[in-house]
């Protein structure tokens, strides 16, 4: 009966120290390296952006990237739906999994963040008209402007959804950096690419994704954003 009750009784605890880690945020707003708002607005906002401007450069090059958004322009190139749409759709399972593993600060940044990439993505198309962009430059610039993006949300716990998310939870729990997941995850999934587009577009597309990926491996290091 004792583990029983113990058992039963751990969920309770773990609400009472979620609260009580919650009222040390409240009260001191820098603990946790934790930001304001305001702060935390601002770098998502210009994280998205970012990102967006990365993705928009894909599409006018006719490449694709890792991730929930490569999935997402595989499937809108093969079908010709909508890819901000497309990209949203398929990140809602994994708001879910945010919010089970994450909590829900996590979760409403990541679908907040979401929803302003696929915003942003198909603002650009009339406001960005891109009639020729070499695949190379595309891909170079992919990889630099999302790279750098993805950094920014990770800095301000937010995501890109999918296996961004995934990539995350594996660095906070066990360590392993959230580049490398993303990197094992792109290979099978420009495998796949492999039979739908162009071959020398699935290398230029390689080649970007290298880049983002080398952009997160090098760069996203927890200890590197405790705020002194």
């Given amino acids: 009966m004792s ?3 113990g058992a039963h009784s751990q969920p309770a605890l773990e609400i009472l120290a979620a609260l009580r880690h919650i009222q040390v945020m409240i009260a001191d707003p820098s603990s946790d390296n934790h930001y304001t708002p305001f702060e ?5 906002v ?15 090059a006719g490449l694709m990237t890792g991730g929930t958004a490569g999935f997402a322009l595989l499937v809108a190139y093969g079908t010709g739906w909508n890819f901000s749409a497309v990209f949203f759709v398929l990140n809602i399972p994994f708001f879910a999994l945010a919010w089970a593993l994450r909590g829900p600060v ?8 979401v929803a302003l990439v696929s915003l942003m993505a198909e ?12 695949p190379g430059a595309a891909a170079v610039l992919f990889g630099v402007s999302a790279g750098v ?3 920014g949300l990770f ?16 660095q906070d729990r066990y360590g392993i950096r959230a580049g490398v997941t993303q990197l094992v995850h792109d290979v099978a999934l420009f495998a796949a690419a492999a039979a739908i587009l162009p071959l020398d577009r699935v290398l230029w597309s390689l080649l970007g994704a290298a880049i983002l990926n080398g952009v997160i491996a090098l760069n996203h290091r927890r200890d590197w954003y405790v705020m002194r």
């Fill in 149 to 151: 993006g993805l950094l």
């Fill in 3 to 5: 583990g029983t009750h």
């Fill in 40 to 44: 935390d607005i601002q770098g998502l």
């Fill in 46 to 60: 210009i994280a998205s952006a970012q990102a967006a401007l990365g993705i928009h450069l894909l599409r006018a």
């Fill in 155 to 170: 800095r301000h716990s937010g995501s890109l959804g999918g296996v961004s998310i995934i990539a995350m939870i594996l």
């Fill in 106 to 113: 996590f979760c409403a940044k990541s679908l907040g963040t």
């Fill in 123 to 134: 603002a650009l198309k009339p406001l960005m008209g891109i009639s020729a962009v070499h």
